[in-house]
Structure formats: structure tokens, C-alpha cells
């Protein structure tokens, strides 16, 4: 596909408007990320939005308009403390929810009777949606599950080639996404913390809830960024506590090259690819930062990422909700003791047992998972990610990685499915036979666990229950 790129003057803009109106996807700025962009009243330009981006369509959409009069064709009401958040905040980094009119199609919603909306601050974004004369429907304009993109690099990185047209707008301004609020209810509740926070709006409001972050599997969510893995950079990302100190000898120990997030105040003494948010006492600059970090680790080429623990008040909830979803929750402290589960191709029983481990109280461990022939790079099988989903544990980004002379010296134990995997491991280094262990014996009992690789989702069921058997009894046999 042809994309053509845009500058922001309004020539450019006529023509990119002219994209929309004609049912095509244009992406551009916004004071928060930059904006994937399609006729929102369009159910087959809606339907394309998803397809560039490779989103899962239960996934709503917010709805983005240039003027006040627009709010009143797609939404059904629009309740006195709505109104008075609007007055307060829009133009401006918050989305709204509120009952949605028949004119809102279901694909837009994911069917859902509410749809959210939001004004855009940035004038290049509300300039464009003036002149295609349509409300626009618009995700991040990234890969599904990548960090969103602050600049127009970043787009045509993720997005050219995909879409009918990108506008350079230049950087974000405040470089995280909306804050979401449903105004459905009695009681209003944020669902995603955002550039507008929870202080801002309760010193208006009065009473304002938190929602639940994270929609359940069969659960349609309100709100974008409730029920996937998001922000995710190509490595690992993991949420690491300690010292200076502590963390310094834990980056030493690790087997791979390291990424580590840190602020200005802290300095390191390292191998590790050290880059700085910004200051600890600048939520703003640490939040125009974030999404830009996590794609320039990628560009480092480091196989796992270390962010710092984040606080809760104002702006630093936004950051912290989007690092911890990149982390997909994972924390571990850095005295914790790693345990590698090893299979074959580090693509099934492994990955397993690394989650369901991951998923208990550490209790000072953390575990990863290698293969002794895995290709690197290889995603989880399937079944794997379905049987894991249905224990409410997230392993659909895992990737495949070979199990290497590293990661054998600098692992606390090793524990592997097989009595086979322990032999080839220990054939190659015998030196480490107090610390390589099937799953089994480590356990205090006998047998291997089979490969499920082709088989149906029971078998992965079975093989997924076996193996959450013996981390179970695993617990017990730990210091």
C-alpha cells in the first residue's frame, strides 16, 4: 500500500481530511500519542483500523471530535458532572464514556451501548477532524501490544505501508494516553489513568472510583487497554526493587545484555544500557519519555529490560499503569534467587511452568525458561497461550530463547521436564549437578512431563495442570 506522508500545513490537511471523508485511515498527532484515524460513523473504515493494527476487534474504540455540537449526534446524554468535566478538561488529554446513539456503530464500540469520547488538545488533530467533517475513531497508531509512538518515526516504523496517509506532527506533548472515564453510573470511575488525574477530577467531582485495570478473558472492556498486553518492547520488561546497590550486583549476575530504566538522580555502575526517564521529581518529562525508552531499548538489542518501581500520586499513575502493563505485571526484587525451567523448544511445558511460578508469591525467586534446541525468537504454541489464559496467567508474548552457558552458571537452579534435558544439561556441565533437577525430583517425586507440542487443547490442559502440580509441591522444597 501506498501511504503518503503529510506536514501539518493546511494544504496537507485538506488532503488528509479528504482520506477520511473518503472511508481511508490517516494517522496523526495528538497532545497525548499519536493517532491511528478513521471515519468513526464507518463500519468498514473502522474495520480497516483494526486491521492495520492487528487489534483484537473486542477492543473499543475512542472517538475523537473538533467541536462540542458533534458530542450531542453520538451520544445519547450527557450527565451535569460530564458536563462539568468537559468545561474543565476538554480540549485536553480525557475521554469520556457515555451512553452512545444508534448512529455509533457496533464496531466502534465492540458492541457495547457506550461509547468514549474525547477532544483533542492538539490543534493539528482537532484542525483535521474540522475539516474531514466526520468523528474519528482512533487507537494508538502502533502494532497491536507495541509501545504506543510519541513521534512520527515511530509511526512510520510500526505503520508504513499499512495505512493511507501519516501526519508529522513532530513530538507528543504529554506522551501517554487519555485518562478514561466512565460517567455511565451513579458514581464516576477511571478506568485508565491518563494525562487528567484522579486528584484533578475528584477536587471537582467529589467521589471518583478506580475500576478494575484489567477486563476479564470473556469480558468486553469499557475502556482500551483493559484486557491485552500493552506497550510490550521486544524484551522482557520486568519491574525491579532494591538498592543502588542490590541492583547493581544483580545486573552483573544476569546472563544476557541488560536494559535498565532509571531516573536522572541515580547512577549506576554497570554494564547494563542505562536509560533515564528523566527526573524523579518530573512526572511530566518521565511520561513524554516513557514510550520513546521502551522502543529505543529495542534499538539497543538487549534481551531484558529492568524498570524502576513507580508511585501512585498524579501523573505517576499513568506511568506506572502503562510500564507495569509493558511488564505485564512482573515484579521481583534484586536478591531474588532465578529459577530457569528448561524443555526442548522453549515453547511449550517451559514457558508454562515459567508463568505458573511467576504467578504464585515469589518468596524471593523469580522464574524464566529456556529450551536446550530452541530457535530464539519463537512464539509460544497456541494451545500453551490458550491453557495458561484459562488459569488467568499471560504468556502470549513470551519468545523462545536457547538455553546458554550463561544462564546455566548464573541460575540458582534449574529445573527441567525431562530426565532426558537434565542428561544433555549436565553432559555439558557437570560441574552444576547440584543445581539441575527435573521438575519431578525437585518435587520429591519421579516421572517426566511429556511434550503436548501438536496436540489438542486438552492435552495442553493436562500438561499445564502436571506441571502446576509440582510448582505447587516445588514450594515446599525451597529455602
Same mark, same amino acid.
Given at each position: 500500500m501506498d501511504t503518503k506522508l503529510f506536514s501539518t500545513s493546511v494544504s496537507d490537511l485538506k488532503k488528509a481530511a479528504e482520506l477520511l471523508r473518503n472511508g481511508k485511515r490517516v494517522i496523526f498527532p495528538t497532545e497525548t500519542v499519536y493517532g491511528l484515524g478513521a471515519n468513526a460513523l464507518d463500519c468498514d473504515a473502522v474495520k480497516s483500523i483494526f486491521e492495520a493494527k492487528g487489534r483484537p476487534s473486542d477492543n473499543p474504540l475512542i472517538v475523537h471530535i473538533a467541536e462540542l455540537s458533534t458530542l450531542d449526534e453520538i451520544a445519547e446524554e450527557i450527565p451535569e458532572k460530564a458536563k462539568i468535566l468537559i468545561d474543565q478538561f476538554w480540549p485536553g488529554p480525557l475521554t469520556i464514556i457515555l451512553k452512545r446513539k444508534n448512529v455509533v456503530p457496533d464496531v466502534t464500540t465492540a458492541g457495547l451501548d457506550t461509547v468514549g469520547i474525547r477532544m483533542p488538545e492538539n490543534p493539528v488533530a482537532r484542525e483535521l477532524i474540522y475539516l474531514s467533517g466526520v468523528p474519528v475513531a482512533a487507537p494508538s497508531a502502533n502494532i497491536s501490544g507495541r509501545p504506543s509512538p510519541t513521534d512520527a518515526n515511530y509511526v512510520v516504523e510500526d505503520m508504513m505501508g499499512r495505512v493511507e496517509g501519516i501526519i508529522d506532527g513532530g513530538a507528543c506533548s504529554v506522551g501517554v494516553e487519555s485518562t478514561v472515564i466512565d460517567m455511565t453510573g451513579e458514581i464516576p470511575v477511571i478506568l485508565r489513568p491518563g494525562g487528567v488525574t484522579y486528584e484533578e477530577i475528584s477536587a471537582?467531582?467529589?467521589?471518583?472510583?478506580?475500576?478494575?485495570?484489567?477486563?476479564?478473558?470473556?469480558?468486553?472492556?469499557?475502556?482500551?487497554?483493559?484486557?491485552?498486553?500493552?506497550?510490550? %518492547?521486544?524484551?522482557?520488561?520486568?519491574? #525491579?526493587r532494591g538498592t543502588v546497590g542490590e541492583?547493581?550486583?544483580?545486573?552483573?549476575?544476569?546472563?544476557?545484555?541488560?536494559?535498565?530504566?532509571s531516573f536522572d538522580e541515580f547512577k549506576f555502575n554497570t554494564n547494563a544500557e542505562i536509560i533515564s526517564l528523566g527526573s524523579i521529581n518530573n512526572p511530566k518529562e518521565c511520561a513524554r519519555n516513557l514510550f520513546r525508552s521502551l522502543r529505543d531499548m529495542d534499538k539497543l538489542d538487549v534481551k531484558e529490560i529492568y524498570a524502576p518501581e513507580i508511585g501512585n500520586d498524579g501523573l505517576w499513575a499513568a506511568v506506572k499503569n502503562r510500564l507495569y502493563k509493558a511488564a505485564g505485571g512482573k515484579i521481583i526484587n534484586a536478591t531474588d534467587k532465578e529459577i530457569v525451567f528448561v524443555c526442548t523448544g522453549n515453547t511449550c511445558r517451559s514457558p508454562m511452568a515459567e508463568g505458573i511460578f511467576n504467578s504464585l508469591s515469589n518468596r524471593g525467586y523469580f522464574a524464566t525458561s529456556a529450551g536446550i534446541y530452541a530457535a530464539d525468537g519463537n512464539l509460544p504454541s497456541e494451545n500453551?497461550?490458550?491453557?495458561?489464559?484459562?488459569?488467568?496467567?499471560?504468556?502470549?508474548?513470551?519468545?523462545?530463547?536457547?538455553?546458554? %552457558?550463561?544462564?546455566?552458571?548464573?541460575?540458582?537452579?534449574?529445573?527441567?521436564?525431562?530426565?532426558?534435558?537434565?542428561? !544433555?544439561? #549436565?553432559? !555439558?556441565?557437570?560441574?552444576?549437578?547440584?543445581?539441575?533437577?527435573?521438575?519431578?525430583?525437585?518435587?520429591?517425586?519421579?516421572?517426566?512431563?511429556?511434550?503436548?507440542?501438536?496436540?489438542?487443547?486438552?492435552?495442553?490442559?493436562?500438561?499445564?495442570?502436571?506441571?502446576?502440580?509440582?510448582?505447587?509441591?516445588?514450594?515446599?522444597?525451597?529455602?
Open positions: 471537582l467531582l467529589g467521589e471518583v472510583r478506580g475500576g478494575k485495570e484489567k477486563a476479564d478473558d470473556k469480558e468486553t472492556p469499557k475502556s482500551p487497554g483493559m484486557k491485552y498486553t500493552h506497550y510490550a %518492547p521486544k524484551a522482557p520488561v520486568k519491574i #525491579l541492583i547493581e550486583i544483580f545486573l552483573s549476575s544476569r546472563p544476557h545484555k541488560c536494559g535498565l530504566l500453551a497461550v490458550l491453557a495458561m489464559s484459562e488459569m488467568k496467567i499471560d504468556i502470549k508474548n513470551h519468545l523462545a530463547r536457547a538455553l546458554t %552457558p550463561e544462564m546455566v552458571k548464573s541460575a540458582f537452579l534449574i529445573l527441567t521436564m525431562t530426565q532426558n534435558h537434565k542428561d !544433555a544439561i #549436565l553432559s !555439558a556441565f557437570p560441574q552444576f549437578s547440584d543445581k539441575v533437577k527435573t521438575i519431578s525430583e525437585f518435587a520429591g517425586e519421579n516421572g517426566n512431563i511429556s511434550d503436548p507440542y501438536g496436540g489438542d487443547i486438552e492435552v495442553y490442559r493436562l500438561c499445564a495442570h502436571e506441571i502446576k502440580k509440582y510448582i505447587n509441591l516445588i514450594y515446599h522444597n525451597l529455602d
